[in-house]
Nanobody, 121 residues
Framework: QVQLVESGGGLVQAGGSLELACLVSGNMFSIDTMAWYRQVAGKERESVADITSGGSTNYADSVKGRFTISRDNAKNTVHLQMNSLTPEDTAVYYC???????????????WGQGTQVTVSP
């Protein structure tokens, strides 16, 4: 069983910063891509940023230049530093890990439970 536990969400004023963290634990051979998604009630979940095991990153256009994704492969953690937040960033943020099972090597996508980020005007 693989678990993802997010932390760091909360309430912040526009222009402020928050850092999200996600710890991945369980029986895994390796973790490939790690990512952050977000979802606003009534809308589809969208990708915010992702990072490969080698450190290559991708960002949604809406967060480029404001958000930074990073990971610590030794600790199985991924972080999302969010700066210059706006009310449009308000959403539930989900951590994602694409990990490989120890015996089969099959890649599985696992999701965290989500953490609320609210940005007030």
């Amino acid at each position: 069983q693989v678990q993802l536990v997010e932390s760091g969400g909360g309430l912040v004023q526009a222009g402020g910063s928050l850092e999200l963290a996600c710890l991945v634990s369980g029986n895994m051979f390796s973790i490939d891509t790690m990512a952050w998604y977000r979802q606003v009630a009534g809308k589809e979940r969208e990708s915010v940023a992702d990072i490969t095991s080698g450190g290559s990153t991708n960002y949604a256009d809406s967060v480029k230049g404001r958000f930074t994704i990073s990971r610590d492969n030794a600790k199985n953690t991924v972080h999302l530093q969010m700066n210059s937040l706006t009310p449009e960033d308000t959403a539930v943020y989900y951590c994602v890990a694409d990990y490989r099972r120890p015996t089969s090597g099959i890649e599985i996508r696992s999701w965290g439970q989500g953490t609320q980020v609210t940005v007030s005007p």
